[in-house]
């Protein structure tokens, strides 16, 4: 009973030490794949400006190139930058992409978002009907256009236009309307002045710089305004570059503009920030009226923090996988790779260790024949070699013929050897006391 209770023990033992490697390796897998996040998602959301609007068309572009990498772009249109900022920074929301101005934000009330770096500089587009607009009094009773609640022409026209009077609640009516709305309205004259804020890419910019009786304003003191703040820059937009037939604008004409940034929440996996840098270095890189080719995307920090992979991109590109593979295979590998990770963190030791615990295993299987063998033996001697009966020689040849099963090691069949010449030296005696 004793015997067999003992192989119990050692089953139980083994089983045990079976489920604890296989719970270590399971717990190792989850913890890899939850923390290298190794699969990306299907789909994402991006965030976008209305229908029509130049924040639209990109986002076209961009859904376009991710499309071809199996990856779905979701578009959701907003009101505006404001409105698209709202929604990242909602943990609610299904967003995790959106091209935003400078200015609008910073990285204490955007904790969780950062950015891929910038675009393209976005101006501050200031067009009127009539006559300059220069002083407060010019501006009563005007109809002036700013833009919807959520939008970013908004929220910085009542920032920066008021502070130089051309924009006052006070003296002129303020109109809450799209772009394509504005143009419309202030082509046909039923509004007196419109701000917009968008790329020179965007529709109603250029149907505003080149419409009859409508004329841009030339943001004076440009330089203050860059100096108070850091997220503006001053362009200069050459005469005749909307028209030069009809010498549209017929000065250079100076802006302040901040520059659009691709942002995203912290969390967004990185091969899908990979593939949206990928995407940005195409749309992007060309030249432009502001810009020289290469000069976007640019690996620039605004409002929030520059990912450590758009950062890690601007140095060196894509990852060697990604560069060298198809979006998925490099995935496929880079899964494969990770899930290497916790089976040879656990394997490993295990292997290296191996050949200790097989020691300790033999030893103690030896061990324990031995405890039994002196057990009979001490039995044998306490009764004046009177028990050597035919059971007693029957528990020895059991116990040599479990020791000849045993599977030892090269450097434990000495041990195994002793255990069997000692067995026969006990049947010997026992035998002799039988005669």
Same mark, same amino acid.
């Given at each position: ?191 007196? #002045?419109? *701000?917009?804020?968008? %790329?020179?890419?965007? =529709?109603?910019?250029?149907? +505003? &710089?080149? /419409?009859?009786?409508?004329? !841009? ?21 050459? #005469?005749? *570059?909307?028209?030069? %037939?009809?010498?549209? =604008?017929?000065?250079?004409? +100076? &802006?302040? /503009?901040?520059?659009?940034? !691709? ?173």
């Amino acid at each position: 009973m004793n015997i067999l209770k003992r192989e119990h023990v050692d089953r139980h033992l083994t089983v045990i030490g079976a489920i604890i490697i296989a719970v270590l390796t399971a717990v190792g897998i989850w913890l890899t794949f939850s923390l290298l996040r190794p699969t990306p998602p299907r789909s994402v959301t991006m965030a976008i400006d209305p229908e029509e609007s130049f924040s639209a068309e990109l986002g076209k572009r961009y859904r376009e190139l991710l499309a071809r990498d199996g990856i779905e772009l979701k578009l959701v249109p907003t009101a505006g930058a404001v409105e698209s900022l709202a929604d990242l920074r909602d943990a609610k929301s299904d967003i995790s992409i959106a091209i935003l101005p400078g200015g609008i934000t910073n990285q204490q009330e955007s904790v969780g978002l950062v950015s891929l770096g910038t675009l393209y500089y976005e101006p501050l587009w200031l067009f009127y009907r009539g006559q300059v607009v220069e002083k407060h009094e010019q501006l009563r009773n005007l109809r002036i256009s700013i833009g919807p609640e959520g939008s970013a022409s908004r929220a910085l026209s009542l920032l920066f236009l008021a502070r130089v009077g051309i924009i006052d609640q006070k003296l002129g009516t303020l109109l809450a309307l799209t772009p394509q709305e504005s143009a419309a309205k202030l082509v046909s004259g039923d509004i007196d #002045a419109a *701000v917009l804020m968008g %790329a020179w890419e965007t =529709p109603a910019v250029q149907q +505003l &710089l080149t /419409a009859r009786e409508i004329a !841009l304003i030339s943001v004076r003191r440009a330089d203050a305004f860059v100096a108070l703040y850091p997220y503006l820059n001053k362009l200069v937009l050459p #005469a005749g *570059v909307a028209d030069l %037939a009809e010498n549209r =604008p017929p000065t250079d004409v +100076l &802006l302040i /503009a901040p520059k659009a940034s !691709l942002i995203v929440r912290s969390d967004l996996h990185p091969a899908i920030q990979y593939l949206l840098l990928d995407a940005a270095s195409q749309i992007h890189s060309g030249p432009g009226v502001f810009h020289t080719a290469g000069e976007f995307p640019a690996p620039e920090s605004i409002d929030v923090p520059l990912s450590g992979y758009a950062r890690q991109f601007h140095k060196t590109g894509s990852p060697f996988l990604q560069r060298h593979l198809p979006f998925w295979l490099a995935v496929l590998v880079q899964q494969v790779l990770v899930l290497l990770i916790p089976v040879v963190g656990v394997l490993y030791p295990l292997l290296r260790g191996s050949p200790q615990i097989f020691k300790w295993i033999g030893s103690r299987q030896v061990y324990r024949l031995y405890s039994e063998l002196r057990a009979l033996e001490k039995e044998l001697t306490v009764s004046g070699f009177r028990k050597a009966d035919k059971d007693f020689l029957e528990q020895l040849d059991q116990l040599d013929e479990r020791a000849s099963r045993l599977w030892m090691p090269s450097s434990l069949r000495p041990q195994l050897y002793d255990l069997r010449m000692h067995i026969r030296m006990v049947r010997d005696e026992a035998q002799k006391s039988v005669i």
